[in-house]
T-cell receptor, first 116, second 115 residues
Framework: AQKITQTQPGMFVQEKEAVTLDCTYDTSDQSYGLFWYKQPSSGEMIFLIYQGSYDEQNATEGRYSLNFQKARKSANLVISASQLGDSAMYFCSMRERGNAGNMLTFGGGTRLMVKP | EPEVTQTPSHQVTQMGQEVILRCVPISNHLYFYWYRQILGQKVEFLVSFYNNEISEKSEIFDDQFSVERPDGSNFTLKIRSTKLEDSAMYFC?????????????FGPGTRLTVL
């Protein structure tokens, strides 16, 4: 079974609008962390936002926020006020077991295209 | 802001040759990782390294692969005898191991092309 599922292979959004990128995960661990990364066409992986399984508040980092629904095992990324520079691949990932140094498992990614 | 660096940015090699990919993790980080991404596919974990030894490895990380921290700053991935299917982007990452998030910061990647 897939541990991280991103069901939207590609999405379009109009510049200045908000967009939600979906991510569901599967784990039996109680302690885990969820991470979103952005991969522009240049190829690097840029960390965006983190949500811990015990965090009671949804994470926010500037224009990025995470809609964390633990019971549904979903961790959707919300980008507000989209900019042309947001066009990229977005990967959801999970670190299980809650321990430092554990591997990340990635989803298949969503390609976001921002229209002017 | 400190960052992970990787060299070379692109390596082309012949099948059967050995390649060494180099990484300089963020200086105060304790955990180091290698991931790979075959073109158009998801990012896959290869190996993690802590305290001068492998702490975890995936099924991909077979006897053809090895990692080393030869000095206080470099972290290398060696592929002993490259295959066509080793063509991919290889990412090095590091994390501090002590913060609440233990976020893994990635380098810019080395694109390996095996001919």
């Amino acid at each position: 079974a897939q541990k991280i599922t991103q069901t939207q292979p590609g999405m379009f959004v109009q510049e200045k609008e908000a967009v939600t990128l979906d991510c569901t995960y599967d784990t039996s661990d109680q302690s885990y962390g969820l991470f979103w990364y952005k991969q522009p066409s240049s190829g690097e992986m840029i960390f965006l936002i983190y949500q811990g399984s015990y965090d009671e508040q949804n994470a926010t980092e500037g224009r990025y926020s995470l809609n964390f629904q633990k019971a549904r095992k979903s961790a959707n990324l919300v980008i507000s006020a989209s900019q042309l520079g947001d066009s990229a691949m977005y990967f959801c990932s999970m670190r299980e077991r809650g321990n430092a140094g554990n591997m990340l498992t990635f989803g298949g990614g969503t390609r976001l295209m921002v229209k002017p | 802001e400190p960052e992970v660096t990787q060299t070379p940015s692109h390596q082309v090699t012949q099948m059967g040759q050995e390649v060494i990919l180099r990484c300089v993790p963020i200086s105060n980080h304790l955990y180091f990782y290698w991931y790979r991404q075959i073109l158009g596919q998801k990012v896959e974990f290869l190996v993690s390294f802590y305290n001068n030894e492998i702490s975890e490895k995936s099924e991909i990380f077979d006897d053809q692969f090895s990692v080393e921290r030869p000095d206080g700053s470099n972290f290398t991935l060696k592929i002993r005898s490259t295959k066509l299917e080793d063509s991919a982007m290889y990412f090095c990452a590091s994390s501090d191991g002590g913060s609440r998030t233990d976020t893994q910061y990635f380098g810019p990647g080395t694109r390996l092309t095996v001919l």
